[in-house]
């Protein structure tokens, strides 16, 4: 592993500006081209309509890959602070379960450095593990489920659909080339060619955000989701 200077990661992912906002992190290269971000993550933020910001910190490692912004950092905590349990959306690997994949790319496509992840993603996550670990509120933001359910339920309502199980059908629409796809069944089960449905209009930006190979990826993952969580709305 080697210790990088500010300066030595890729310039479009601000890691200048992200090191002078978070001073206590420093910079690692990983071997997969990407960087690691390791040490004392502090921060301040408030509810809306309150005047007062909660501060508190956390021992974090972000691990941002090689594609980024197409693909997601993934964030440890390491001063074992949060329970490592789906109900405090901490992952079987101890990753942290930041929000579903497609909400989290979305997000940081308007916002596509890694201050945009933190301030946008990261911050709002571990303000409400803060208030749920410290008895104040239970995620206050609301939650999903852990897991491949609750990125099918939010998939389902970013795509406008009825039930998960349509939602992973426009997964793997996405997954399929924009051609080939749209000459198939249109996934809200309307009897049309998805080609002449208006939910291509609610999918084809999200191809901007990822590959077809990562989508495959994302219908593998949630191929684990019971039969009956498919059919739920």
């Not at 910001?53 to 490692?61: L, N, S, T």
């Amino acid at each position: 592993m080697v210790r990088l200077n500010r300066f030595s990661a890729p310039q479009r992912w601000g890691c200048t500006e992200f090191l002078n906002g978070y001073p206590e992190m420093a910079l690692e290269q990983i071997e997969d081209g990407g960087i690691r971000l390791v040490g004392t993550f502090r921060f301040a933020a408030s509810l809306a309509g309150d005047t007062t910001a909660m501060e508190d910190q956390f021992q974090i490692a972000i691990e941002v890959p090689r594609p980024f912004p197409r693909e997601i950092p993934t964030v440890f905590e390491t001063g074992e602070r949060i329970p490592r349990s789906a109900e405090f959306h901490v992952n079987s690997d101890a990753s942290l379960c930041l929000g579903s994949p497609i909400r989290l790319l979305s997000i940081i496509a308007t916002s596509p450095t890694i201050l945009g992840f933190t301030d946008r993603i990261l911050v709002p996550f571990l303000f409400a593990v803060s208030e749920s670990v410290n008895g104040r509120l239970s995620f206050p933001f609301g939650e999903l489920p852990h897991g491949a359910p609750g990125a099918l339920t939010d998939y389902q309502a970013m795509f406008g659909l009825k039930t998960r199980r349509e939602a992973k059908l426009a997964l793997q629409a996405l997954s399929t080339r924009k051609r080939i796809a749209n000459k198939r069944p249109c996934p809200c089960g309307c009897g049309l060619r998805l080609g002449k449905c208006p939910l291509r209009l609610k999918l084809n930006p999200f191809r901007e955000a990822a590959s077809r190979a990562w989508f495959a990826k994302e219908v593998r993952r949630v191929d684990g989701v019971s039969e009956q969580d498919l059919g739920t709305a």
